[in-house]
C-alpha cells in the first residue's frame, strides 16, 4: 500500500484553478506540497501540521494557494488560484509522522519527510 498519493493535477490556462489532493496513512501529522520544473530545484510550495492545522507557504504561492485537511476524505489538499505559467511544474507531497509543529517547520524547512508520493504534473498555458 502506498504512503503517500497525489491526484488532481492537470493542464490550465493562466487564471485558472486546480485542487490537489494528498492521500495520506492516519499516522501522518506533517504534511509538505513541493514542485520541481525541468532543469529546476526542488522547491517548497506549502506545509501542514495536521493536529493543530498550522501551515506555512512559499512566497511565490502566498494568497494564491491554500492547503488544507479534508478530514472525510482522509487528504492534506492543496488549492491552488490565479495559476501563472511560471507555477508549471511536477508537484509532490510528502509525509512525515511528528508529534510537534515545530518538528514540522524543521522538516519543511530542511525537506526531511519520510514518505513521498509519485507526483502529479500541472501545466499552465499563457
Known amino acids: 500500500q502506498a504512503q503517500v498519493v497525489e491526484s488532481g493535477g492537470g493542464s490550465v490556462e493562466t487564471g485558472g484553478s486546480l485542487l490537489l489532493r494528498c492521500q495520506v496513512l492516519?499516522?501522518?501529522?506533517?504534511v509538505g506540497w513541493f514542485r520541481q520544473a525541468p532543469g529546476k530545484e526542488r522547491e517548497k510550495v506549502a506545509r501542514?501540521?495536521?493536529?493543530?492545522?498550522?501551515?506555512d507557504y512559499a512566497d511565490s504561492v502566498e494568497e494564491r494557494f491554500t492547503i488544507s485537511y479534508n478530514n472525510h476524505r482522509g487528504t492534506v489538499d492543496l488549492l491552488m488560484n490565479d495559476l501563472q505559467p511560471e507555477d508549471t511544474a511536477k508537484y509532490y507531497c510528502?509525509?512525515?509522522?511528528?508529534?510537534?509543529?515545530?518538528?514540522?517547520?524543521?522538516?519543511?524547512?530542511?525537506?526531511?519527510?519520510?514518505?513521498w508520493g509519485p507526483g502529479t504534473q500541472v501545466t499552465v498555458s499563457s
Open positions: 501542514m501540521f495536521i493536529t493543530t492545522s498550522s501551515s
Open positions: 510528502a509525509a512525515k509522522a511528528v508529534t510537534q509543529v515545530g518538528h514540522c517547520v524543521v522538516a519543511w524547512s530542511r525537506i526531511d519527510f519520510t514518505h
Open positions: 492516519a499516522d501522518t501529522t506533517c
